[in-house]
């Protein structure tokens, strides 16, 4: 996908949303010195562009008692079988899909899951996964995770402390 082409004012405007993405369109006009409606039709072009994909409210994991953070590498069976796993899939299942495939769909479903990326590497997928304890961790990985039948392998690591998160992306 082609990048838009952003100018200074666009990428203070794109600043200034990730620090707080709640300020009025006043708000930011004032700080890019463009009047409202100038400035409006920059963030609708942002928006309509798909530079901006949305707000969101940035929760406490902690304090919604989601203390666990896990990082989970899992490889999935590469070759045979594929009949099978569709068969055993249902309704998501179909004759030709991948177990790539059958494993992106399911990870949909996971609400643990808060991030999965596909890897290079020994590992296919990379997993971020959020939850309350040990004991909830575990059964996420017994009753989905390796029971979905695409997956041959799976290496977890524990987050011990958060020392740098952000959400906010370096503008240049």
Not at 42 to 54: P, Q
Not at 106 to 130: I, K, N, S, Y
Not at 150 to 161: A, G, H, N, R
């Amino acid at each position: 996908m082609a990048s838009i082409e952003l100018d200074a004012i666009d990428r203070r405007i794109l600043a200034i949303l990730q620090e707080n993405g709640r300020l009025s369109n006043q708000d930011i006009a004032e700080r890019v010195n463009l009047s409202p409606s100038p400035c409006l039709r920059r963030i609708r072009r942002l928006e309509e562009s798909g530079v901006i994909r949305g707000y969101v409210a940035l929760l406490d994991a902690q304090k919604l008692g989601l203390d666990l953070l896990a990082y989970v590498s899992v490889r999935l069976e590469k070759r045979g079988g594929l009949a099978v796993t569709a068969v055993r899939e249902g309704p998501a299942g179909r004759a030709g899909t991948t177990h790539a495939e059958l494993f992106r769909a399911a990870v949909q479903t996971w609400p643990e899951v808060v991030a999965c990326h596909a890897m290079t590497g020994d590992m296919d997928f990379l997993l971020r996964v959020q939850v309350e304890d040990m004991a909830h961790f575990s059964r996420f990985v017994q009753d989905q995770l390796l029971h979905h039948p695409s997956v041959i392998d799976v290496k977890s690591s524990f987050s011990l402390d958060t020392f740098k998160e952000t959400t906010a992306l370096p503008i240049r």
